[in-house]
């Protein structure tokens, strides 16, 4: 009997140098500014021509509305917590953002969002995760063009 626990342990503990470890993957958080030809934040809702009102996203067949409790994330090692899509301040910037998605999870999937002026952006996020190599790879276009998480709008 102790043979076989000794064994057991050896297989779960068993790897190239035989140590076993857990991983923690950072969650994500899409994260979209708006702004105007001059740089104006269009999603702070002090500025002309706010454009964070009547907002929604669709995500993987879900459709979310926008919380307009202007709320501070910490992304950190930990569980994803769901926020949905939600108004957040950093550094004095507003940024409509959705999520969090699981860090360790794939991802390939849209993000359309609709303006209160019937316009669309559509945002394409990839997450491809190497578990052997402890490496997530991620990947942001906005309209089809390759961009980085913050995304940035010119409207």
Same mark, same amino acid.
């Given at each position: 009997?102790?043979?076989?626990?000794?064994?057991?342990?050896?297989?779960?503990?068993?790897?190239? %140098? =035989?140590?076993?470890?857990?991983?923690?993957?950072?969650?994500?958080?899409?994260?979209?500014?708006?702004?105007?030809?001059?740089?104006?934040?269009?999603?702070?809702?002090?500025?002309?021509?706010?454009? =964070?009102?009547?907002?929604?996203?669709?995500?993987?067949?879900?459709?979310?509305?926008? %919380?307009?409790?202007?709320?501070?994330?910490?992304?950190?090692?930990?569980?994803? $917590?769901?926020?949905?899509? $939600?108004?957040?301040?950093?550094?004095?910037?507003?940024?409509?953002?959705?999520?969090? $998605?699981? =860090?360790?999870?794939?991802?390939?999937?849209?993000?359309?969002?609709?303006?209160?002026?019937?316009?669309?952006?559509?945002?394409?996020?990839?997450?491809?995760?190497?578990?052997?190599?402890?490496?997530?790879?991620?990947?942001?276009?906005?309209?089809?063009?390759?961009?980085?998480?913050?995304?940035?709008?010119?409207?």
């Amino acid at each position: 009997l102790i043979y076989l626990a000794i064994f057991s342990l050896a297989i779960t503990t068993s790897g190239c %140098d =035989g140590v076993m470890r857990e991983v923690d993957w950072n969650p994500v958080i899409l994260k979209i500014a708006v702004q105007d030809t001059n740089g104006t934040d269009l999603l702070n809702p002090t500025n002309d021509g706010f454009v =964070g009102s009547l907002v929604t996203a669709e995500w993987n067949g879900n459709t979310y509305t926008y %919380d307009h409790s202007v709320g501070n994330t910490t992304s950190r090692v930990y569980a994803p $917590f769901w926020y949905g899509l $939600f108004l957040q301040e950093i550094d004095g910037i507003y940024y409509l953002s959705l999520g969090e $998605f699981a =860090g360790d999870k794939e991802y390939d999937h849209d993000l359309i969002i609709r303006w209160q002026d019937g316009k669309k952006d559509v945002i394409h996020y990839k997450n491809r995760v190497n578990e052997a190599m402890i490496k997530a790879t991620r990947t942001y276009s906005l309209n089809g063009k390759k961009c980085n998480n913050p995304i940035i709008i010119v409207r």
